[in-house]
T-cell receptor
Framework: DVKVTQSSRYLVKRTGEKVFLECVQD?????MFWYRQDPGLGLRLIYF???????EKGDIPEGYSVSREKKERFSLILESASTNQTSMYLC???????????????FGPGTRLTVL | AQTVTQSQPEMSVQEAETVTLSCTYD???????LFWYKQPPSRQMILVIR??????QNATENRFSVNFQKAAKSFSLKISDSQLGDTAMYFC??????????FGEGTQLTVNP
């Protein structure tokens, strides 16, 4: 079974703190993704990565950065947390699109981040 | 830009009955994939069913089936013989090149005993 793990289920931080959210997958997937989930808005893509050290902006990258130093690990960084970044953060991974099949994304359990 | 719309924020159904969740989308891609994901109270997102746009036959997975109307850009999910374990948030999504997914707003389905 594919397993995607996230470092914390719940996290509380203060405004202005630097926050690291970690994601690890064990299926040697090339693609990794970070989403935020808010009620009524569904999931919105923050950043994604096709390979080690590669990153692409998603739909809402402002206020976030990412790091992918190893294939299995994809980190989301909030440089200076703000209250409007209080949300659920979901990590996902999938096989490279070149396989020619509908690429299922496998999700982690999510981190509920509260910024006070 | 792609958009996905789920016009039903909440739905409920009695156990053993059938329910249909609606989804419409907009894309300029010629080839794409469509997905329904389920997020139960445990928060673990799980793939329910997928459809490749170039396939005319509607996908089916046990009690779950889709009604894919390509011209109308509609992709509804039918759940037959609803079970209590089907209670979850359901998300419709489209995938285009680069493996990116665009999600709808979600529909909270409650199955009542």
């Amino acid at each position: 079974d594919v397993k995607v793990t996230q470092s914390s289920r719940y996290l509380v931080k203060r405004t202005g703190e630097k926050v690291f959210l970690e994601c690890v997958q064990d299926m040697d997937h090339e693609n990794m993704f970070w989403y935020r989930q808010d009620p009524g808005l569904g999931l919105r893509l923050i950043y994604f990565s096709y390979d080690v050290k590669m990153k692409e902006k998603g739909d809402i990258p402002e206020g976030y950065s990412v790091s992918r130093e190893k294939k299995e690990r994809f980190s989301l960084i909030l440089e200076s947390a703000s209250t409007n970044q209080t949300s659920m953060y979901l990590c996902a991974s999938s096989l490279w699109a070149g396989t020619g099949v509908a690429n299922e994304q496998f999700f982690g359990p999510g981190t509920r981040l509260t910024v006070l | 830009a792609q958009t996905v719309t789920q016009s039903q924020p909440e739905m409920s159904v009695q156990e053993a009955e059938t329910v249909t969740l609606s989804c419409t989308y907009d894309t300029s891609e010629s080839n794409y994939y469509l997905f329904w994901y389920k997020q139960p109270p445990s928060r673990q997102m799980i793939l329910v069913i997928r459809q490749e746009a170039y396939k005319q036959q509607n996908a089916t997975e046990n009690r779950f089936s889709v009604n894919f109307q390509k011209a109308a850009k509609s992709f509804s999910l039918k759940i037959s013989d609803s079970q209590l374990g089907d209670t979850a948030m359901y998300f419709c999504a489209t995938e285009t090149s680069g493996s990116r997914l665009t999600f709808g707003e979600g529909t909270q389905l409650t199955v009542n005993p």
